[in-house]
């Protein structure tokens, strides 16, 4: 019994120690003739656009979550979630239209 229990904390530690590893579908990435990147950008979902709008559209916009937080659509439902709360929820929801020509890097033409 107490065998079984070593192995088993054995099992347990080793799983501990290995990272978890997040598996996602990728974008297919095709190159343009002058060697720039290009292919579409998937719209935010109305969960992500509820949870965290800046995110959201600052992850559509510039393809980071992140970077453009403080600039631009994102800066508006950001201010508006931190001085009313889910009214830039609501705004991220409502108002706000991903528009392909507000993507940042490559052509907006080609993207979604």
Same mark, same amino acid.
């Given at each position: 019994?107490?065998?079984?229990?070593?192995?088993?904390?054995?099992? +347990?530690?080793?799983?501990?120690? =290995?990272?978890?590893?997040?598996?996602? =579908?990728?974008?297919?990435?095709?190159?343009?003739?002058?060697?720039?990147?290009?292919? $579409?950008?998937?719209?935010?979902?109305?969960?992500?656009?509820? /949870?965290?709008?800046? /995110?959201? +559209?600052?992850?559509?916009?510039?393809?980071?979550?992140?970077?453009?937080?403080?600039?631009?659509? $994102?800066?508006?439902?950001?201010?508006?979630?931190?001085?009313? /709360?889910?009214?830039? $929820?609501?705004?991220? +929801?409502?108002?706000?239209?991903?528009?392909?020509? =507000? +993507?940042?890097?490559?052509? $907006?033409?080609?993207?979604?």
């Amino acid at each position: 019994w107490l065998k079984g229990l070593k192995v088993r904390l054995s099992q +347990i530690k080793a799983s501990i120690a =290995q990272p978890a590893i997040m598996y996602t =579908q990728p974008v297919p990435a095709t190159m343009r003739p002058d060697g720039t990147a290009m292919g $579409a950008r998937k719209k935010p979902t109305l969960l992500s656009l509820f /949870c965290y709008a800046p /995110c959201a +559209i600052s992850g559509y916009i510039t393809g980071d979550p992140t970077a453009g937080t403080c600039e631009g659509p $994102a800066l508006t439902a950001l201010i508006l979630n931190l001085f009313f /709360c889910i009214v830039g $929820a609501l705004y991220a +929801i409502f108002v706000w239209k991903p528009d392909p020509s =507000q +993507i940042k890097g490559g052509h $907006a033409a080609n993207r979604e």
